[in-house]
């Protein structure tokens, strides 16, 4: 398949929900143009995914003592790997004393993109 093209695919696929590819594919297109522009090194995206699977702190989160905002698309379920964006979000939620965790409705996993606004005011809300 080749970098760019996973990149690209996985991108779309995690990164916005049907109806929002289907009414704004000129935007997507714009973003994954930066993306691409800014993506690391072959070999350092593979090093960040192979740690991303190594690396499980969840045992760690009940030390977490500072007040915690977690939030992700309601729709982000989908995932290269058994746990979703949506998934991982609520175990960090339940795992960390005293977490929020605030869903932003209808968006997947670019929602500081097409939803900055509505993002913002969940995390300046909490502060």
């Not at 690391?40 to 003592?65: G, N, Y």
């Amino acid at each position: 398949m080749g970098y760019e093209r996973y990149a690209r695919e996985h991108t779309v696929t995690v990164g916005w929900t049907k109806d929002y590819l289907e009414k704004h594919s000129d935007k997507v297109e714009q973003f994954l143009k930066v993306r691409w522009q800014n993506m690391p090194p072959l070999e350092c995206f593979l090093r960040h995914v192979i740690a991303r699977h190594e690396c499980d702190t969840r045992a760690q989160l009940k030390d977490i003592r500072v007040p915690t905002l977690v939030l992700v698309g309601a729709e982000d379920h989908i995932s290269a790997s058994n746990l979703s964006h949506r998934s991982s979000s609520e175990e960090l939620a339940k795992g960390i004393p005293n977490a929020k965790l605030a869903l932003l409705p209808g968006e997947c996993h670019h929602f500081f993109y097409t939803e900055p606004v509505a993002a913002h005011k969940i995390i300046r809300d909490f502060l």
